[in-house]
């Protein structure tokens, strides 16, 4: 199951949805079936479903990403959503967060393979970053904690009226109620549930929309990212 053998073709719906980047999507699955296994970064009987449950599943999030924008995402592990979304959308600049050595060097080694300028990885966990990286105006991240969790370590670092989208399963729903009050603390002013990739994936892509207003994170975290801004600018001065 580790051999790039075990890789099934790409199906017709890849060839849409990379477009001129469809050579480069080929590649980059074969980087996770064979690399990517190797690595343990994924698991090998994800192997055969790598196209409809993984790439193009994440690909079709590129739906409701606004034009021109920039992008965290967070604990990309081997690049998922980030990559794929990259492939489909050289307009926006994407940061892929991610703490474990083993796997920013594989993020690394993609992004440099891959020619994917707009794309940036940074080694470390989101509360540690928080007033190094500038805010971001779109915070994505995909099986990566539940909602409320996920919410405390994207949504302070979005820029005042970003937004975070969260590919999600089957319990989106659940956890989005669950998260509500948490959400609200942290500076949400709207959510939804949406779903992506018509005619791509079936079933089709879940995605969780929180929005936020003029103070992602909420009153404790603008104080945490001002005094973080306070010291970069006097670190620069030195």
Known sequence: MTEAAELPPAPEQAR?????RFTDAVRYAELLAEAGVRRGLIGPREVPRLWERHLLNCAVLSEVVPEGVTVCDVGSGAGLPGIPLALVRD???I???EPLLRRTTFLTEVVELLGLDHVTVVRGRAEEVMGKLPPVHVVTARAVAPLDRLATWGIPLLRPYGEMLALKGDTAEEELKAAATALSKLGAVETSILQV???VVDPLSTVVRVE???SPGGVRFAAKRAKAARTG?????R
């Open 16 to 20: 849409d949805v990379f477009g001129d």
């Open 91 to 93: 307009d926006i600049k």
């Open 95 to 97: 940061t892929l967060l």
């Open 197 to 199: 990739g018509e005619g």
């Open 212 to 214: 936020v207003g003029e």
């Open 233 to 237: 600018r006097a670190r620069r001065r």
